[in-house]
């Protein structure tokens, strides 16, 4: 009702003919009209206005906090509460004010410088830490600079930048050189987490330290030279010892190899003389067997066999004188010689015996011509006596 | 006009209420003044009132903050010179202390902080070795420092929340010798790496050596065993046989010597007296 009796009373002003109403006018007439004497229409415009007014206001309480954002709303300054992503309201400035705050992105820093170890060493390290917020107030609220984004240049006024040089220095600073460079890099990396969060906690820094990385750790460039020989060597130990075990390898199955050898020709060795034993005996007893029934004929078949081989074999000199006779003399060095020039130049083979050397077997009967003839001197000889 | 004076009215009230009130943040800390006079201190974040032009107010950040030296040059007690790079966290623990003494001026209070900070590192660092100050004792230097700088910091109403060492950093001059030791003590290793792989090789190929032989002589001695059993058991089976008539056996064994002894090249100078000539000289064969 009021309104339609507002509406009505809004004639009279628009014949004025002040023109079209922009809001100072609007505003403007409100009062005055309120001033009128109409007090009650006038009251009822301002408290349309004021209502209007205070919808705006209250509507730019309104505010929506993204997904991974937090928003912390103060109230005069002072902190009452922090609001989950989703829309929001909050009591409009002056009263509260509300800041975003991004809380799940993960930022990170890097570091990297030479520092002492504990065993007075310098070693070159690389460390990038990964981190996020953890709590919205205490990271707006607690410390100055928590910590300074990426992009800027310098990084190293930020609290989180000092704590972790400091933490990094700390830890390299109570480690062994070979235990940074070694194994220990994840160990190392595990104190530097634990020692900056604990730091970041004491400051309540609202910070959380996701993960820490030794992305590298290396001696200083100017001693590089001398670590890698060292790494060398200790391929070099290794091959030393590898050259040897082949060596080993080599030689230990050879001579198990030489030693069967060696037994297996014992062996055989063993077989063979006791086979040709066996086979002499039983030879010699079947020809005594045979013997014992006519000693006297086989013995003479024997011996006369035998000597019939020897000296179809040989060479011979019949010598068929009377002792007493002592000048007779016998070429041996030559005939000796002969033998020699034979036995060197053919087989000794008894089928080639005639055919092959000419030259030595007329030497030898050369000689034996030279010897019979000295024979039948001393036939001679004897005869004239 | 009501409603003239009612706008006048909200606007006064407006403006009273500004000069008023001030605002401190979560951040901050707030000092009250009347006329120049502290009279109240450690103001909480929020709205306050005060009489307008009587009372004034100053907010202090009630953060903590960061004193961040200069690297400073000490000696440590075998006179080595190292550059120490240090920070301090601090923050105001007594508004109207920390006003007096510094009039409120941060950098007042960072100068006279530092001087404290690098005095009690002199001292710290000229009792200690290197060593000492890079790794066993540097938690103890910064707690040393901690308590020092919270002693003298009493007075500027300030608490040192934390002081720590970031780099502890040789002269270039040492860091060449310690480069150079360094090198010394690699090849140091390398050497004994080299020498341990030498001496665990010749041991090895020692040990081979050593079975070869072992396996060698030892083959040998078997060998010769059996060589042993082979003669031993053809001269009994010889003996067990030749003994059934032992001067046939020298008898053949002699006629079988001859055949074997002469060979073609040799020449036999013979008289016609032997058993073999028996009958060469006579005549008639008889």
């Known amino acids: ?385 | 006009m009501p409603a003239k004076i009612l706008l006048a009215v909200v606007g006064l009230l407006a403006i009273v209420l500004y000069f008023s009130t001030y605002i401190v943040d979560e951040r901050e800390k707030a000092l009250l003044f009347r006329l120049g006079e502290i009279v109240e201190s450690d103001i909480e974040p929020g709205l306050h009132f005060k009489y307008p032009l009587i009372n004034n107010a100053e907010v202090f950040d009630a953060r903590i903050l960061t004193l961040n030296a200069r690297p400073e040059s000490f000696l440590t007690v075998e006179k080595k010179n190292v550059t120490v790079d240090f920070f301090a966290k601090w923050r105001i623990r007594d508004v109207s202390q920390y006003y007096r003494a510094t009039r409120g001026d941060e950098r007042n209070a960072q100068s006279r902080l530092s001087q404290i900070m690098k005095d009690g590192l002199r001292n710290e660092f000229g009792k200690r070795t290197i060593q000492q100050a890079v790794s066993g004792e540097r938690s103890e230097i910064m707690n040393v420092l901690r308590g020092k700088a919270n002693s003298l910091a009493e007075e500027l109403g300030i608490e040192v929340v934390d002081v720590r060492v970031s780099r502890i950093d040789l002269p270039d001059d040492v860091s060449g010798a310690v480069y150079s030791r360094m090198r010394a003590e690699r090849n140091r290793v390398a050497r004994d790496f080299r020498a341990r792989g030498m001496e665990e090789a010749e041991r090895i190929r020692a040990r081979a050596d050593r079975e070869r032989t072992e396996i060698v002589a030892g083959a040998y001695r078997d060998a010769e065993k059996i060589r042993g059993d082979g003669d031993a058991k053809s001269a009994s089976t010889y003996a067990e046989a030749y003994n059934a008539d032992p001067e046939f056996y020298a008898f053949l064994r002699s006629i079988s010597a001859y055949e074997s002894a002469f060979g073609g090249s040799d020449t036999l100078v013979l008289e016609p007296d032997s058993e073999f000539f028996n009958y060469f000289g006579q005549q008639g064969g008889n």
């Open chain 1, 1 to 385: 009702m009021p309104w339609n009796q507002s509406n009505g009373e809004r004639d009279p002003w628009k014949a004025d003919g002040q023109g079209p109403p922009d809001l100072f006018d609007f505003f403007r007439k409100l009062f005055s009209g309120g001033g009128g004497g109409f007090g009650k229409f006038g009251s009822l415009n301002i408290g349309l206005v004021a209502a209007l007014v205070v919808a705006v206001w209250l509507f730019s309480g309104i505010y929506i906090i993204s997904e991974g954002q937090r928003g912390v709303e103060l109230r005069f300054g002072s902190y009452s509460m922090t609001t989950l992503p989703g829309p929001h309201w909050h009591i409009p400035w002056p009263v509260e004010t509300v800041e975003e705050v991004d809380v799940d992105r993960i930022r990170s820093a890097q570091n990297q410088s030479h520092m002492l170890t504990q065993d007075e060493n310098i070693v070159e390290v690389e460390l990038a830490v990964q981190y996020r917020i953890k709590d919205a107030s205490d990271y707006l609220f607690h410390v100055r600079l928590p910590d300074v984004a990426e992009d800027f240049r310098d990084q190293s006024v930020g609290t989180l930048f000092q704590v972790m040089e400091s933490a990094l220095r700390e830890v390299v600073g109570k480690s062994r050189m070979d235990f940074i460079l070694g194994e220990g890099r994840a160990e190392i990396a595990a104190m530097i987490k634990q020692l900056m969060q604990q730091v970041l906690d004491d400051y309540e820094s609202g910070l959380e330290v996701v993960t820490v990385n030794l992305q590298q750790s290396q001696p200083p460039e100017a001693v590089q030279g001398a670590f890698a020989d060292a790494i060398k060597a200790r391929e070099d130990e290794i091959r030393f010892i590898n050259e040897a075990e082949t060596y080993s390898n080599g030689i230990i199955p050879q001579a198990r190899g030489e030693a069967a050898r060696m037994m297996q020709e014992a062996t055989a060795y063993r077989e063979k003389v006791i086979a040709n034993s066996e086979g002499e005996a039983q030879r010699f007893l079947k020809l005594h067997e045979e013997y014992r029934k006519a000693p006297k004929v086989t013995r003479k078949r024997l011996y006369l066999q035998a000597m019939q081989s020897v000296l179809s074999n040989s060479n011979k000199v019949m010598v068929d004188v009377e002792g007493g006779n002592n000048i007779f003399y016998l070429p041996l060095d030559r005939l000796m010689k002969g033998g020699d020039g034979r036995s060197s130049s053919t087989p000794p083979s008894g089928a080639s015996e005639g055919a092959s050397s000419d030259g030595a077997s007329s030497m030898r009967d050369n000689v034996s011509s030279q010897v019979r003839q000295a024979i039948r001197g001393a036939r001679e000889n004897r005869n004239a006596r």
